[in-house]
């Protein structure tokens, strides 16, 4: 990968796109709906654009290079772009573990990797792209401390102790800190 600061932006792109998924209404998921100009929008996509501007070009590079395979569907491409994404960071890691040995590090990746069997069959797999957006409100906003906070482990109190420490959410962490004592105060 040319630029692995993108990684985490793919990576969230093929999350947002998954986490649609509404089991009860059986719609959502990945369906490449992401890409719609008003689901990409909103702002639990924010700072996704470029990850999805990413999976565009390549999509038209594959799309005119496939050869009776037929096009391959953003609900596809999306995911796969998360996995190479993930596969770029294993190789790299390989390589490191191997002193740098880019030969050995790629031996080491090949033995834990694969490679895709993409045009090896006349019949097209996946998933088909909708054509319109996912309902609002299924994704969560990452940026929001109780999302955050979840992913950080069980002890609720060390967690906000860190994340008080951390000037991007410092400011939330004593709202958060501050309803959570107002709350408590209000219980009979």
Request: charged residues 20%.
């Amino acid at each position: 990968m040319e630029n692995p600061d993108v990684i985490p932006s793919l990576l969230t792109l093929a999350l947002n796109d998954v986490m649609t998924y509404d089991k009860a209404l059986k719609s959502g998921g990945p369906n490449g709906s992401i890409r719609v100009s008003s689901e990409i929008s909103r702002p639990e996509n924010k700072g996704l654009v470029g990850a999805l501007n990413l999976v565009k070009e390549a999509k038209k590079e594959i799309d005119s290079n496939s050869r009776g395979g037929g096009v391959i569907s953003y609900s596809d491409l999306i995911q796969y772009a998360a996995q190479s994404a993930i596969k770029q960071t294993f190789l790299a890691s390989a390589i490191c573990k191997c002193g740098g040995n880019v030969e050995k590090g790629s031996l080491l990746y090949t033995a834990y990797g694969s490679n895709g069997q993409r045009g090896l069959f006349e019949r097209n797999f996946g998933r088909p792209d909708t054509q319109e957006p996912d309902p609002e409100g299924r994704v969560p906003q990452w940026d929001k401390l109780a999302v955050m906070s979840a992913f950080l482990g069980p002890d609720q109190t060390a967690t906000e102790t860190l994340l008080a420490t951390d000037p991007e959410v410092r400011f939330a962490v004593g709202l958060e800190v501050s309803a959570q004592k107002q709350i408590m105060r209000s219980v009979p």
